[in-house]
């Protein structure tokens, strides 16, 4: 199977989600959007960087640039973090099927600060097709910002 993260790139659990998709036989794309590249050394994991460099009305850009890459490398899954930022880039550019990944302030603590971070989350949940929760605060939490959720979120440790 060809999965595809949209992630930040820089994390040790990213890293260990790549390497084991990779021992469990799958063909693993990360995809980061962060402004420097981060050292990403997981060996057999295709590791693109893209980050246009534009401050102003950068979303646009990025999405189509996520897109032509999502077609070619042609995913079987699409995976993303912090449904707040990568989440929400990944869940505009209508690949399906995406699975989003909250990890614990960016689900529990962003959404609240503007109404404009609630919208994010909010659509990135919407159109996600399922919602791995890594608690269940976390859980409870999507449940809250997006009550029709609770089909699609699956508590995962």
Known sequence: MKLAFV??????HERRIAAKAIERGH?????????????????EVKFLHYHPGIRRLRT???????RRMLREFGPDLLLSSMPVSDGFLAALTGFHPHVTRPWGTDILHVPYTSRWMRMRTQLTLRKADMVLCLSTEIQDTVHDLLPHSVSKTRFHD
């Open 7 to 12: 992630t930040p790139g820089n994390s040790v």
């Open 27 to 43: 063909e693993v794309c990360v995809i980061s959007t962060r402004h420097t590249r981060p050292a990403f050394d997981v060996p």
């Open 60 to 66: 646009l850009p990025i999405v189509f640039h996520l």
